[in-house]
């Protein structure tokens, strides 16, 4: 296994010193604007488009998002080229930040393998990556992601580039992959000591589950079967906004924690979005880290307005209390107050 692993970092160290040197994409634009029309180039399903990478792929592009998280452009604009990915530099002119941005590039106007884009914050303030893996499966999260992204100043913003069925049922679902190019920069941005807390957006049908009290709005899970302080606090601000929201745990239904996100409810109530098998969330706690997985229900992510001020309350509470001013929506959000649990959508 060693001598595989330094055979393929000796052969992404060659094919970066033969692929041509190409010149830094600089863009500007809105993100969130960006952001959806990358989606609309992932690949749809059962187009059977999307291209597995191979273990070399892997390591050579583990290799070009730790060089680009360690601010090393030059180096990273040649091991992108040999990926067949740019290096793009995009300002938000929303926000007047800048960032740094892998993205496959076209032929013909399209992706040719379905890898994703990914892009880094040089200057962030919260250790945060807002991860989107399922875009066109689960509608409008990359939306909702990279508003997150922006708002929150965190540190990386990572999108799959294919429906999670493009080759067929799971085939592209980078969730639940381990040899996918998502996975290795989520491995890469997180830092070796996990010092960076992923979360992740993803949507669901209130219909496909009727077990959930009824109005659910949000499923929040560590993914562990605990409840972490992210967990609460996320699920503090969803309810504060007057939002129905839970959080799969398997502590007792009398536990504290359990208490605090549901009530009454126990937390296996939950467990069919319980994020358990999530790669990334299993990569993370591995070594130690944390992982927020957020389920949203259609009421949340079908309308713009409540997109935009469920991605403002995520953002409001990705830095750690008393390190970041509060995202506000107008509405006289308190993080510190809860309100009881509702059995209803808001008006």
Not at 24 to 53: C, K, M, W
Not at 95 to 118: A, D, F, H, K, N
Not at 142 to 151: K, M, N, Q, S
């Amino acid at each position: 296994m060693k001598r595989f692993w330094v055979a393929a970092a000796a052969l992404a160290i060659q094919l970066a010193m033969a692929a041509p040197a190409f010149p830094v994409v600089i863009e500007s634009g809105d993100f969130v604007a960006h952001v959806r029309a990358l989606e609309q180039l992932t690949f749809t399903a059962n187009s059977n488009l999307y291209v597995a990478p191979s273990a070399a792929n892997r390591s050579a592009f583990y290799t070009l998002a730790c060089t680009l998280r360690a601010g090393n452009i030059s180096a990273a604009d040649v091991q992108a080229g040999a990926l067949d990915y740019d290096l793009v530099q995009f300002t938000d002119t929303a926000s007047g930040q800048t960032y740094q941005g892998l993205r496959e590039r076209l032929v013909g106007g399209s992706p040719t393998r379905g890898w994703g884009s990914y892009f880094i914050n040089l200057s962030a303030g919260p250790d945060a990556l807002i991860e989107a893996p399922h875009p066109r499966f689960d509608m409008y999260t990359p939306e909702i992601g990279a508003t997150v992204f922006t708002l929150s100043g965190a540190s990386g913003f990572l999108m799959a580039g294919a429906h999670r069925n493009a080759n067929g049922t799971g085939t592209a679902d980078v969730a639940h992959l381990t040899d996918s190019i998502f996975q290795e920069v989520h491995k890469a941005w997180v830092g070796l000591g996990v010092q960076t807390i992923a979360w992740q957006i993803h949507g669901y049908n209130g219909s496909n589950y009727p077990s959930f009290p009824a109005g659910t709005d949000a499923v929040l899970s560590a993914g562990d079967g605990g409840v972490s302080d992210e967990i609460i606090r996320l699920d503090g601000a969803f309810a504060d906004w007057g939002l129905l929201c839970f959080a799969y745990n398997t502590l007792s239904i009398s536990d504290p924690l359990n208490i605090t996100v549901n009530e009454t409810y126990p937390g296996t109530t939950f467990s069919s979005l319980g994020a358990t098998t999530n790669v990334q969330g299993i990569y993370s706690r591995s070594l130690g880290g944390s992982f927020v997985h957020i389920e949203m229900e259609q009421s949340i992510r079908f309308d713009a307005s409540n997109r935009y001020s469920a991605a403002q309350l995520i953002g409001g509470v990705i830095p750690e209390p008393g390190t970041a001013v509060l995202l506000t929506i107008g509405m006289g959000i308190l993080l510190a107050r809860r309100r009881p649990k509702r059995t209803a959508h808001p008006a």
